[in-house]
């Protein structure tokens, strides 16, 4: 006898349970399926943004460089980075929670870091406006960072639940299901002969009694 009937009362109250732990099972399935396939749509459109926004960046990085480029050779190594010290600034991201079938997925809202050129922490008058175009550029870049930066969170976060919930659908298609259903065909299987018998000794007694008569 297989190890996982062992155990298993054949009695019809424990197949009725078992039935019902089937079906269960089924709906589950059916449960986690339409999560799974909620997700990887979810999955697929996070990956099409990400890919637009790698674009983006790429063509973001290579003007700004080229704007570097043309201001420090106009301006000098010195001034820029005197610039670049004047303009840094704290960056507070707002990250919130969406939930999809049940799963919390984090989202930075979309913040434009783009200054105007009196936002800075120096006077635009005291250089080229080259200067301004590079600033802007980089500001851009990191618009562009943290844009990606919150997609790629999501990405990794669905990419886990929907291996969770291929994990606990193929474990109820592989081994739950088809454990219960052996454990019912079992169990129907006792009951059955446990009847063929009880029909064997009733007729063998109704001929013992109609001998006797």
Do not use: H
């Not at 870091?113 to 500001?139: D, I």
């Amino acid at each position: 006898m297989p190890p996982d009937l062992e155990n298993v009362s054949p009695t019809r109250m424990n197949m009725l349970a078992l039935r019902a732990q089937a079906g269960l099972a089924l709906q589950g399935v059916d449960l986690l399926k339409r999560k799974r396939d909620a997700l990887v749509a979810e999955f697929f459109a996070f990956v099409k943004r990400t890919l637009e926004a790698r674009e983006n960046l790429a063509a973001a990085c290579g003007q700004a460089f080229r704007f570097l480029v043309l201001v420090k050779a106009q301006e000098g190594r010195e001034a820029v980075e005197s610039r670049a010290l004047a303009g840094r600034r704290e960056i507070v991201l707002d990250i919130r929670t969406r939930s999809v079938w049940g799963v919390k997925i984090p989202e930075i809202k979309e913040m434009n870091f783009v200054r105007g050129p009196l936002e800075r922490g120096y006077s635009p008058t005291g250089g080229s406006l080259r200067v301004e175009v590079a600033a802007r550029e980089f500001e851009r870049i990191l618009s562009l960072l943290v844009e990606i930066a919150g997609i790629e969170a999501r990405l990794r976060r669905v990419g886990a639940e929907i291996k969770k919930a291929t994990r606990r659908v193929n474990a109820l298609e592989q081994v739950v299901i088809p454990r219960t259903l052996g454990q019912i065909r079992f169990i129907r299987g006792v009951i059955e002969q446990r009847e063929r018998e009880d029909i064997f000794r009733l007729k063998r007694i109704k001929k013992k009694l109609a001998a006797k008569r």
